[in-house]
């Protein structure tokens, strides 16, 4: 009888712990993030320096391509992935590492970032800049044309 009296209150104080543990998460700032104040990071390309987001801009083989990086709620991975977009699936052509208010491997949260790259020769097509967005937990994208 007393072992199953012990066992009650320790199952009791496992259960009261844990749910005062819990209910003490919003004053520590450690509650569970609801996801509406999450900002997704957004990459923008173009084929001028003057300008930061063009639909869907044409480039000319061995010119730039400028890409912006707007950071969000928790930062983006600081590689840009070039793929090939002229079949029905995806082909990682080159990367570029942004530098400008990245470092190791991430871009700290809510920043622009912009850098150029030189289209290579044997581009021609449909290919898109992506990066990784810690919030989203997935790519971002935005596309471009090489003629």
Do not use: H
Not at 9 to 37: E, H, K, M, P, Y
Request: hydrophobic share 35%.
């Amino acid at each position: 009888m007393d072992d199953n009296r012990m066992l009650i209150l320790a199952v009791l104080a496992v259960l009261v712990i844990g749910g005062v543990a819990f209910a003490s998460n919003g004053f520590t700032g450690a509650a569970t993030r609801s996801g509406v104040d999450e900002k997704i990071s957004k990459v923008c390309v173009s084929s001028d320096d003057e300008i930061a987001c063009e639909k869907d801009p044409t480039v000319g083989i061995g010119n730039y391509v400028y890409i912006t990086v707007e950071t969000g709620s928790e930062g983006a991975s600081n590689i840009v992935g070039f793929y090939d977009k002229n079949g029905p699936n995806y082909k990682r052509r080159s990367t570029m590492t942004l530098t400008n208010q990245c470092g190791g491997t991430s871009c700290r949260d809510n920043r622009i970032t912009s850098e150029k790259y030189k289209i290579p020769v044997d581009w021609s097509g449909r290919y898109c800049a992506r990066i990784f967005d810690r919030a989203l937990g997935k790519q971002v994208e935005d596309c471009f044309f090489v003629k």
